[in-house]
């Protein structure tokens, strides 16, 4: 029998799909355990809900770090890989085997990227099948669904992928159902009604939050616990020339038609 992942959750404001670990996943206490959640705030959004479940929180305030060390969030990379040593430390004791990112958003460095050696997991709301011909994702960062109903795209996915070095550059492993994107979009951008845009940009990432982040990490810890995907050999592809298992809406899981570096032996 295999020994279930020990899973450490970082988020900051929320943590999008957790509770659907916690609350609807049959695999839950078999396959994998949730050991504990941190939040780069001083709470987040489900912070209670998730202690009633038995799993313990802790806050490190990313803000609070910088401004001890009179440093600028984004323009002092020592701090913040001080900080990023920080939370490795602040995660050991729960001794987790896979670290995954749901609703977390800041960049992560060198110390955390070495601690958890291809063992991070990010939740991205856009498709990281899409890249630029330099193989760097088309719509990386917080704003991806914003930019991607501002391209034209007729549709968004979600994908949780690998994290490293880069922003959402990381190899993917799983990704969403596609979302259509409505066609008043087009009418709203005729009009250059912006406040419009903005609301229906707002709404549609929530439906794919909603939709999609309990599943999608549902999906990847199945993938990784029953070890359909070695996650070293993922890490060892080059990012655009993987096609990730996609997750259906009725919940099914489909494997990549040609990508055999993705898969587990």
Same mark, same amino acid.
């Given at each position: 029998m295999l020994t279930p992942l020990r899973v450490a959750v970082l988020c900051s404001h929320r943590a999008p799909g957790l509770l659907h670990l916690l609350n609807a996943d049959p695999?839950?206490?078999?396959?994998?355990?949730?050991?504990?959640?941190?939040?780069?705030?001083?709470?987040?959004a489900e912070e209670v809900r998730v202690e009633r479940r038995g799993?313990?929180?802790?806050?490190?305030?990313?803000?609070?770090?910088?401004?001890?060390?009179?440093?600028?969030?984004?323009?002092?990379p020592d701090v913040r890989a001080a900080f990023d040593a920080d939370t490795a430390r602040l995660l050991k004791p729960f001794s987790p085997n896979l670290v995954?990112?749901?609703?977390?958003?800041?960049?992560?460095?060198?110390?955390?990227?070495?601690?958890?050696?291809?063992r991070i997991l990010n939740l991205h709301f856009a498709d990281? $099948?899409?890249r630029t011909p330099a193989g760097e994702p088309v719509f990386p960062g917080i704003r991806a669904v914003r930019d991607a109903i501002a391209?034209?795209?007729?549709?968004?996915?979600? $994908?949780?992928?690998?994290?490293?070095?880069?922003?959402? *550059?990381?190899?993917?492993?799983?990704?969403?159902?596609?979302?259509?994107?409505?066609?008043?979009?087009?009418?709203?951008?005729?009009?250059?009604a912006t406040d419009l845009l903005r609301?229906?940009?707002? *709404?549609?990432?929530?439906?794919?939050?909603?939709?999609?982040?309990?599943?999608?990490?549902s999906a990847a810890l199945q993938l990784v616990s029953?070890?359909?995907?070695?996650?070293?050999?993922?890490?060892?592809?080059?990012?655009?020339?993987? $096609?990730?298992?996609?997750l259906t809406r009725r919940g099914a899981l489909v494997p990549p038609l040609a990508a055999p570096l993705a898969r587990a032996r």
């Open positions: 695999d839950r206490g078999r396959t994998f355990d949730v050991v504990c959640c941190v939040t780069s705030e001083s709470t987040f799993v313990p929180t802790r806050s490190h305030r990313i803000h609070a770090f910088y401004d001890a060390r009179q440093a600028r969030l984004g323009a002092a995954v990112l749901a609703g977390y958003l800041y960049r992560l460095s060198e110390p955390m990227l070495s601690a958890f050696r291809h990281l $099948t899409l391209a034209g795209c007729a549709e968004t996915r979600a $994908t949780v992928h690998l994290v490293d070095a880069g922003v959402d *550059a990381g190899a993917p492993l799983v990704r969403s159902w596609p979302f259509p994107v409505s066609p008043m979009v087009e009418e709203a951008q005729s009009w250059t609301a229906y940009t707002f *709404a549609h990432e929530q439906w794919m939050m909603r939709a999609c982040a309990g599943s999608l990490w029953g070890r359909r995907v070695d996650l070293d050999r993922l890490a060892a592809s080059a990012s655009r020339a993987i $096609t990730p298992w996609e």
